[in-house]
C-alpha cells in the first residue's frame, strides 16, 4: 500500500501558491498512491472560500472520500479569528502591540471559538470521516481512527489547543488531549493493528528545535505535553508518526530508535511530498520533488535524519 504524506498546503496564501497545490496534489495522484493523508493547515486562514477552493482541488483528482482522503487541522485552519487580520506570524508581532484594547481583547484565544473553528473544519470534511472508529459514542470529533488496507489504521490527532498568547506566537503552540487518545489506542478494533499517528505539532525536542532553527522558535511550535504525548505513542507501538508545522520535509526518530517520525511540512514551498510505502514487514520512506523521484528537496534542507 502506498501513503501519499503532504501538510501545510496553505491555501489561499496566493494565487501562485494555489496553482503550486493543484500541481502537487495532480502529480500525486498520478503517481499512483492508495491513500492522501494531510497534516493540518490546509488553508492560509480558515476561510469558506479557502476550504470550498481545496476541496475543489481533491474532487477534482476524485480524492474528495473516506477511502481516498484522512486530513486533519492546523494552526492555520483553526485560529483563523485571530490570523484573518493579519497577513503572517511576522505581521501578528509587528501589530498585536498597536491595536485598541477592545479588537486585542475580542483576538484572545478562548474555547467557544476553537470548537466552532474545528465543528466547520468538520463540516467541510465530514465526507472523508464516514466509517471512523472513536473512542466512545460521545466522542469529540478528534481522536479518531481510520482503517485502511494491509492490516493498518491511521490514528487523527487534533493537537491544536486554545490556550493563551503568551509566548505562543501566531497560535502556534499545541497540546493533545491524551486520555481520549489512550482509550482509542486500547479499542480492541485497532490494538493490534500496525498504526500510523496523523497530528500538526513537532514531537522533537525545544532543544533541538531551537538547535536546527535558532533560539526564536523557543516562542514557537512547542506542544505543551510533548513528553508525555511521545510516550504513550511509544507504550502503543506506534509505527510512524506524520506531521508537519515547521515547513520542512524531515525524517526524525524519538529516544533513539524507538519512534519514527515523519514531518511533511514541506509542501508549503515547494512540490515536496512523502511516499510511504507499507508492506507486511516494512514501512519505507522516501521525499518526492514533483513528478521525479529524489532523495532531497532542493527548496529545503536535504532529509536528515536526527537522532
Ligand atoms: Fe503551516
Redesign the pocket.
Known sequence: MKIAHI??L?FGKSREQNENIEALVGSIKDFGIDHLAIT??LTACGSAEQYKGIISIFENNNLFSAEWLTVIP???DLFNYILRYFHSATDILKRMHRLPAAIYNSLKFNIEKYQKELQQFYFYFQETFFNSIKPDQQAELFPFAKELIENTVLITIDSNTAIGLKKNNAASNGRVHLGSLEVLLQDARIRDKKKIVMMHHYLQSEKNMIKDHGRGYSRFMKLENRKETTQLLIDNDISLVLH??H?ENVEYWINGDTLRVLNG?GS?CGPCWNLIEITADDIKTEVINGIQKQSFCPDHKKLRKIK
Open positions: 501538510s501545510d496553505h493540518g493547515d492546523g494552526n492555520h508537519g508545522h515547513h511540512g508549503y
